[in-house]
């Protein structure tokens, strides 16, 4: 039992880190997308 209830919980753990991965390179690539944006905006 406690075999397995530990498994599984390192699993959820590395989802989780995987998630805040995600996370972080999405919000990375649309923050660099808004200053691209903004630096368009500016040239035009």
């Not at 691209?36 to 035009?44: G, P």
């Amino acid at each position: 039992m406690w075999k397995s209830n530990t498994k599984a919980h390192k699993h959820i753990n590395t989802i989780k880190e995987k998630l805040k991965l995600i996370c972080a390179t999405t919000f990375s690539i649309s923050r660099g997308r808004k200053i691209t944006i903004q630096s368009e905006k500016k040239s035009a």
